[in-house]
């Protein structure tokens, strides 16, 4: 079978792989990568529990090819923290108690990454609608977002 | 007074949490075991036909392909929670009764094989006709789906009590409405998946479940095996809400494939078939008859509902009585007849969603303000009224320890402002009050208790061990706060070992709402037991009297003396040395009445103790379009006392998300057979944007049974935030809806009858 390669960074590493023509990204990371952080919930781009950023923007995983990201930079939730500090989005997600089975949670998290880089002091408003992107089926979403003004706010107080 | 608590009671963060935000957390999907093989499973096309044969020849023959599996591979099993209704094979020996029904599994090197494999497995069926609704399915002639169930009615619970047609003989009013909801998915955003390895005689399994030991004991009679070869390991669960309860037939396909290579094998269902092959919610048609008093007493009800149960029995009986059991829980019925109809159709497998039978619930609460309406009577004073005190007995004579309805009733409509808006809105704008009252745990055999066993180690640090099970709602770290408050240590001393069928011992799980009232209840006992055998040795160390001494901050203190004290740790190694280690043990059976037969005998205690909520929900109509908003809403719940206040909170929370929105946009839609939206594009669930503004309120019965006054966290919202919205829809309105969920279509239609045919 026909096999790409693509140079790709995921979580400041780089390598070249040999992929599939019809691998998504969410294969890759997960079976290629054992990053199973980003989950399939659907398969088509619905519910967001694959989301990553990809240069930066948050991406469902499970409906791009990477035969497609040659050169492209890739952050999953397990390359969020430095190692040794959990990112405030992280924190702020434990301790307002928006984590209920968290199978969304990396997803949840990777999309507010996304909007926390665009703008440091998000309104209400705008983290409602960028987290509305992404299915949660535990927590109504009150705590996450909650979570996301606690942690635009700690973001900005360290920026 | 409420009584203080080192830890209980407080803000925690979860114990599961930093694994779930830093993307460690594992779920069965995730595991990769060595030489693991992948499956797939073949599944029916046909709703409804006989096989006639099976050859898997040339599958066998791909190169990749390890093995395939047919009912022939089995041991003529079938499940079923009771004797009576052991009917599902989980692989199809010689009919399959629903499209997508489990006919062969393949396990291959890789998913892409396995699929392949599967085009080359050949299945000759001999199509029957099928049944798709139970009105169908009750028909004299209508296809049989199992023969031994005459007009293909699976289950019927018959309830009476007092004297039901001489009530309705007295009654001043009566009114008679009939209302059907369409079913709905669970949606857990984990699509179902299994591991299963065999090894040297031994099984171990993965899935996301429920319950470990109900599903352990399940798959050991289906697979013939002693229950300790069976081992179902703890892993993390993407959501359950009823789904995740029982056996699945994945379970099995995954458990043959792996004990016929010899290799574990990773069984993972895509989304659409999670939604066409794992469990569905029952649809249901409920005609309800209730007479009441000029006062706004209900003396009589009278009450009759079909649920689709689809092709196989399942929870069969316990689906068809739960509904009307949460009803008559909430309220005081004295002459009450009930006659639940489970009828088999040719769709896919049925269980339980959150409690099972809102829909049922939000027709009789909506007809109860109709009745109000009549009498001119406000709806939170006909509630407070019929609601149930402590002290008081259910119709079938379950005993009221704790709570009452009045008290959730009273601060949710306060909270929420009632008086000021009932009545006062505009026409389009409504408010609605949804109240329930649920069992915390019910009646399993002796699966109805949990065990527990504590460890203290030699550095003072502790292992504990419990079957209690975590889907997501926060069970893990509950238990660990309990043992945390009971042995006067931080909650990270404590090692959580759980759900693991292994070693732990039986409980019911994440069921029931057993979790905190009884798997609680056994880890506060098993540390208490392992506190006083601290204690009793720390007495005779100290010389001090043994009633004077506690536990806090990992050392033994007195509670007079600030002198005597000494490190807990140093205790645990002086039991060491005297060969007496310390070792607690405490189980906790709730005081039901296990001779209660849902079928034969309906009757008597039905769980230790219920927990009460009230729902308030506030509307606003498009009277062009039928659409409805839902702006604000509250919810307060009687959790005895809540161990983790935020963990209540978020489970109220999710609770309006999962019934007060999904009123108003969720269902399974069918051609026939054909599930039409078995993904989550069709499927529509709520989003952030949809949510309301959501009050939660927390009350406080403290239960005396309770682990530290705890019942459950949070069902009651789950059940009564659908009537909560049906009923402010009702209201803003004025003409009754008796089509659920309230899509805009369905509201339309309302009000085209109401103007045409006038209110009812």
Same mark, same amino acid.
């Given at each position: 079978?026909?096999?790409?390669?693509?140079?790709?960074?995921?979580?400041?590493?780089?390598?070249?792989?040999?992929?599939?023509?019809?691998?998504?990204?969410?294969?890759?990371?997960?079976?290629?990568?054992?990053?199973?952080?980003?989950?399939?919930?659907?398969?088509?781009?619905?519910?967001?529990?694959?989301?990553?950023?990809?240069?930066?923007?948050?991406?469902?995983?499970?409906?791009?090819?990477?035969?497609?990201?040659?050169?492209?930079?890739?952050?999953?939730?397990?390359?969020?923290?430095?190692?040794?500090?959990?990112?405030?989005?992280?924190?702020?997600?434990?301790?307002?108690?928006?984590?209920?089975?968290?199978?969304? @949670?990396?997803?949840?998290?990777?999309?507010?990454?996304?909007?926390?880089?665009?703008?440091?002091?998000?309104?209400?408003? =705008?983290?409602?609608? &960028?987290?509305?992107?992404?299915?949660?089926?535990?927590?109504?979403?009150? +705590?996450?977002? =909650?979570?996301?003004?606690?942690?635009?706010?700690?973001?900005?107080?360290?920026? | 007074?409420?009584?203080?608590?080192?830890?209980?009671?407080?803000?925690?963060?979860?114990?599961?949490?930093?694994? +779930?935000?830093?993307?460690?957390?594992?779920?069965?999907?995730?595991?990769?075991?060595?030489?693991?093989?992948?499956?797939?499973?073949?599944?029916?096309?046909?709703?409804?036909?006989?096989?006639?044969?099976?050859?898997?020849?040339?599958?066998?023959?791909?190169?990749?392909?390890?093995?395939?599996?047919?009912?022939?591979?089995?041991?003529?099993?079938?499940?079923?929670?009771?004797?009576?209704?052991?009917?599902?094979?989980?692989?199809?020996?010689?009919?399959?009764?629903?499209?997508?029904?489990?006919?062969?599994?393949?396990?291959?090197?890789?998913?892409?094989?396995?699929?392949?494999?599967?085009?080359?497995?050949?299945?000759?069926?001999?199509?029957?006709?099928?049944?798709?609704?139970?009105?169908?399915?009750?028909?004299?002639?209508?296809?049989?789906?199992?023969?031994?169930?005459?007009?293909?009615?699976?289950?019927?619970?018959?309830?009476?009590?007092?004297?039901?047609?001489?009530?309705?003989?007295?009654?001043?009013?009566?009114?008679?409405?009939?209302?059907?909801?369409?079913?709905?998915?669970?949606? @857990?955003?984990?699509?179902?998946?299994?591991?299963?390895?065999? &090894?040297?005689?031994?099984?171990?399994?993965?899935?996301?479940?429920?319950?470990?030991?109900?599903?352990?004991?399940?798959?050991?009679?289906?697979?013939?095996?002693?229950?300790?070869?069976?081992?179902?390991?703890?892993?993390?669960?993407?959501?359950?809400?009823? &789904?995740?309860?029982?056996?699945?037939?994945?379970?099995?396909?995954?458990?043959?494939?792996?004990?016929?290579?010899?290799?574990?094998?990773?069984?993972?269902?895509?989304?659409?078939?999670?939604?066409?092959?794992?469990?569905?919610?029952?649809?249901?048609?409920?005609?309800?008859?209730?007479?009441?008093?000029?006062?706004?007493?209900?003396?009589?009800?009278?009450?009759?509902?079909?649920?689709?149960?689809?092709?196989?029995?399942?929870?069969?009986?316990?689906?068809?009585?739960?509904?009307?059991?949460?009803?008559? =829980?909430?309220?005081?019925?004295?002459?009450?007849?009930?006659?639940?109809?489970?009828?088999?159709?040719?769709?896919?497998?049925?269980?339980?969603?959150?409690?099972?039978?809102?829909?049922?619930?939000?027709?009789?609460?909506?007809?109860?303000?109709?009745?109000?309406?009549?009498?001119?009577?406000?709806?939170?004073?006909?509630?407070?009224?019929?609601?149930?005190?402590?002290?008081?007995?259910?119709?079938?004579?379950?005993?009221?320890?704790?709570?009452?309805?009045?008290?959730?009733?009273?601060?949710?409509?306060?909270?929420?402002?009632?008086?000021?808006?009932?009545?006062?809105?505009? +026409?389009?704008?409504?408010?609605?009050?949804?109240?329930?009252?649920?069992?915390?745990?019910?009646?399993?055999?002796?699966?109805?208790?949990?065990?527990?066993?504590?460890?203290?180690?030699?550095?003072?640090?502790?292992?504990?061990?419990?079957?209690?099970?975590?889907?997501?709602?926060?069970?893990?770290?509950?238990?660990?706060?309990?043992?945390?408050?009971?042995?006067?240590?931080?909650?990270?001393?404590?090692?959580?070992?759980?759900?693991? @069928?292994?070693?732990?011992?039986?409980?019911?799980?994440?069921?029931?709402?057993?979790?905190?009232?009884?798997?609680?209840?056994?880890?506060?006992?098993?540390?208490?037991?392992?506190?006083?055998?601290?204690?009793?040795?720390?007495?005779?160390?100290?010389?001090?009297?043994?009633?004077?001494?506690?536990?806090?901050?990992?050392?033994?203190?007195?509670?007079?003396?600030?002198?005597?004290?000494?490190?807990?740790?140093?205790?645990?190694?002086?039991?060491?040395?005297?060969?007496?280690?310390?070792?607690?043990?405490?189980?906790?059976?709730?005081?039901?009445?296990?001779?209660?037969?849902?079928?034969?005998?309906?009757?008597?205690?039905?769980?230790?103790?219920?927990?009460?909520?009230?729902?308030?929900?506030?509307?606003?109509?498009?009277?062009?379009?039928?659409?409805?908003?839902?702006?604000?809403?509250?919810?307060?719940?009687?959790?005895?006392?809540?161990?983790?206040?935020?963990?209540?909170?978020?489970?109220?929370?999710?609770?309006?998300?999962?019934?007060?929105?999904?009123?108003?946009?969720?269902?399974?839609?069918?051609?026939?057979?054909?599930?039409?939206?078995?993904?989550?594009? =069709?499927? +529509?669930?709520?989003?952030?944007?949809?949510?309301?503004?959501?009050?939660?309120?927390?009350?406080?019965?403290?239960?005396?049974?309770?682990?530290?006054?705890?019942?459950?966290?949070?069902?009651? @919202?789950?059940?009564?935030?659908?009537?909560?919205?049906?009923?402010?829809?009702?209201?803003?309105?004025?003409?009754?809806?008796?089509?659920?969920?309230?899509?805009?279509?369905?509201?339309?239609?309302?009000?085209?009858?109401?103007?045409?045919?006038?209110?009812?």
């Amino acid at each position: 079978m026909e096999r790409i390669k693509v140079a790709l960074q995921v979580n400041g590493e780089s390598s070249v792989l040999e992929v599939r023509p019809y691998e998504t990204l969410l294969e890759t990371l997960r079976d290629r990568m054992d990053l199973t952080g980003a989950k399939e919930g659907c398969g088509m781009g619905a519910c967001g529990s694959c989301t990553v950023l990809l240069d930066g923007i948050p991406t469902r995983s499970c409906i791009v090819l990477t035969a497609e990201l040659d050169g492209a930079e890739v952050v999953t939730i397990e390359g969020l923290s430095d190692g040794t500090k959990l990112h405030t989005l992280q924190q702020s997600f434990m301790e307002k108690g928006a984590v209920q089975c968290g199978f969304c @949670t990396p997803g949840m998290i990777m999309t507010a990454k996304g909007l926390l880089d665009r703008s440091l002091t998000p309104t209400r408003e =705008e983290i409602v609608r &960028s987290v509305s992107s992404n299915l949660c089926r535990c927590t109504g979403y009150k +705590k996450i977002v =909650e979570a996301v003004e606690a942690a635009a706010v700690g973001a900005e107080e360290e920026a | 007074m409420r009584e203080e608590y080192g830890v209980v009671g407080k803000r925690v963060r979860r114990t599961d949490s930093l694994a +779930k935000v830093t993307g460690r957390a594992l779920y069965t999907a995730d595991l990769k075991l060595p030489r693991m093989l992948h499956a797939k499973v073949l599944r029916s096309p046909h709703a409804h036909a006989n096989i006639l044969r099976i050859d898997t020849s040339k599958a066998l023959r791909l190169p990749g392909v390890h093995a395939v599996v047919t009912a022939s591979d089995g041991f003529g099993v079938k499940w079923g929670v009771f004797k009576y209704t052991q009917d599902h094979p989980m692989l199809a020996p010689d009919k399959v009764r629903y499209i997508g029904e489990d006919v062969a599994g393949v396990a291959a090197v890789d998913e892409e094989t396995a699929l392949e494999a599967l085009d080359l497995i050949e299945v000759e069926y001999d199509p029957l006709p099928a049944v798709f609704t139970p009105e169908e399915a009750m028909n004299e002639g209508a296809p049989l789906i199992h023969h031994a169930f005459p007009n293909n009615i699976n289950i019927h619970v018959h309830i009476e009590v007092g004297d039901v047609d001489k009530a309705f003989g007295e009654a001043y009013l009566v009114r008679e409405d009939t209302f059907q909801a369409a079913g709905e998915a669970y949606s @857990t955003l984990e699509p179902y998946a299994v591991v299963a390895s065999y &090894s040297n005689g031994y099984l171990d399994l993965w899935m996301p479940n429920a319950g470990p030991h109900v599903r352990a004991k399940a798959l050991a009679n289906l697979l013939n095996m002693p229950l300790n070869r069976v081992r179902v390991r703890r892993i993390c669960v993407g959501g359950h809400f009823g &789904s995740r309860s029982e056996v699945s037939p994945g379970d099995f396909v995954a458990s043959l494939l792996s004990i016929r290579t010899g290799r574990p094998v990773r069984l993972a269902l895509t989304r659409e078939e999670n939604a066409t092959c794992t469990r569905q919610v029952h649809d249901m048609k409920a005609t309800i008859r209730t007479g009441v008093r000029r006062d706004g007493t209900v003396i009589a009800k009278e009450l009759k509902v079909v649920y689709d149960g689809g092709a196989y029995s399942s929870t069969g009986p316990i689906a068809t009585s739960i509904p009307y059991y949460v009803y008559e =829980e909430t309220y005081r019925f004295p002459n009450v007849r009930y006659d639940g109809y489970r009828v088999f159709t040719n769709k896919g497998i049925r269980g339980m969603y959150g409690c099972h039978g809102r829909a049922f619930l939000a027709g009789n609460e909506m007809q109860l303000d109709l009745l109000a309406r009549e009498l001119g009577i406000d709806p939170v004073e006909i509630r407070l009224k019929n609601g149930l005190k402590v002290g008081e007995e259910t119709a079938t004579k379950s005993l009221i320890i704790s709570g009452g309805l009045e008290e959730p009733l009273t601060k949710a409509t306060s909270v929420a402002q009632w008086k000021d808006k009932w009545s006062r809105l505009p +026409k389009g704008k409504g408010i609605g009050v949804g109240c329930v009252a649920i069992m915390c745990g019910f009646p399993m055999g002796f699966r109805s208790g949990s065990t527990c066993s504590v460890k203290i180690n030699d550095d003072g640090q502790v292992t504990l061990v419990t079957g209690v099970v975590d889907t997501g709602m926060g069970n893990e770290s509950m238990v660990v706060q309990i043992a945390s408050e009971v042995l006067g240590i931080p909650m990270e001393d404590i090692n959580l070992v759980n759900a693991d @069928t292994e070693v732990t011992n039986l409980d019911p799980g994440a069921y029931s709402q057993a979790a905190t009232f009884v798997g609680g209840n056994a880890v506060k006992r098993a540390c208490e037991d392992a506190k006083n055998q601290i204690l009793t040795l720390a007495a005779t160390k100290l010389k001090h009297p043994v009633e004077d001494l506690d536990l806090k901050d990992r050392m033994v203190i007195s509670k007079t003396d600030p002198k005597k004290t000494m490190p807990m740790r140093w205790v645990v190694r002086e039991a060491f040395f005297q060969g007496k280690p310390i070792s607690g043990n405490g189980a906790y059976m709730p005081k039901i009445d296990l001779q209660r037969e849902w079928v034969k005998r309906p009757y008597g205690q039905m769980a230790g103790t219920f927990s009460f909520g009230c729902s308030v929900a506030e509307v606003s109509v498009d009277m062009e379009t039928g659409s409805i908003a839902l702006p604000h809403f509250c919810s307060a719940h009687d959790c005895g006392n809540p161990i983790n206040p935020m963990a209540v909170e978020g489970q109220i929370e999710g609770a309006v998300q999962q019934a007060g929105v999904a009123v108003l946009m969720e269902e399974t839609r069918w051609a026939g057979g054909h599930l039409l939206n078995p993904n989550l594009l =069709e499927y +529509k669930m709520p989003l952030a944007c949809d949510m309301p503004e959501i009050q939660t309120v927390i009350v406080r019965s403290n239960d005396p049974e309770g682990p530290f006054g705890a019942k459950e966290g949070g069902l009651t @919202t789950r059940m009564n935030a659908y009537s909560a919205v049906v009923c402010a829809a009702n209201n803003a309105l004025g003409v009754p809806l008796n089509e659920l969920p309230l899509t805009p279509d369905r509201v339309m239609k309302a009000m085209d009858i109401a103007k045409t045919g006038g209110e009812s």
